[in-house]
């Protein structure tokens, strides 16, 4: 799907009900574009239109992936932050998403029926498990160590 028809299909999928192939076809072109917010805005919006949406596991696998990446650029986002606030935010914001993604993989992968979807899903959890543990806040004990000179 080229930029142009994905942005029809968007306002078409904001104005009705789209199928769920329909709705999947939108969010990986809208994937395939890094347009990782309007993936989830659009996502979201379908959700609230059609209930069924929150049970697809198709829709929440791509809902994990897209909320992954929007941690990979909130984790970019603080190594890059000048202040301290900043950079706080940013990597709170990165954990968020990942607890939001960890969450609906593991809904799609409770409702998933194919064992290749599964294996993915697995995968994405790993991966989830590894951001995770590299966006941790810091012990206490980091701060009080004292450094040599």
Do not use: C
């Amino acid at each position: 799907i080229n930029q142009k028809r994905g942005a029809e299909l968007v306002g078409m999928g904001n104005r009705s009900k789209l199928r769920e192939q329909d709705v999947k076809r939108v969010a990986l072109a809208l994937q395939k574009s890094r347009k990782t917010r309007e993936v989830l805005d659009f996502l979201q919006a379908q959700a609230e239109e059609n209930e069924h949406f929150n049970s697809s596991p198709d829709l929440l696998e791509i809902k994990g992936k897209a909320l992954i990446d929007m941690a990979k650029i909130n984790m970019d986002n603080a190594r890059k932050a000048l202040g301290a606030d900043l950079k706080a935010r940013a990597w709170e914001t990165a954990r968020d998403n990942l607890r939001q993604a960890e969450k609906s993989l593991i809904t799609a992968r409770r409702l998933a029926t194919h064992p290749s979807q599964i294996e993915y899903i697995d995968r994405d959890l790993e991966f989830v498990q590894r951001m995770k543990e590299i966006t941790a806040k810091p012990s206490g004990q980091l701060k009080n160590r004292k450094h040599p000179k």
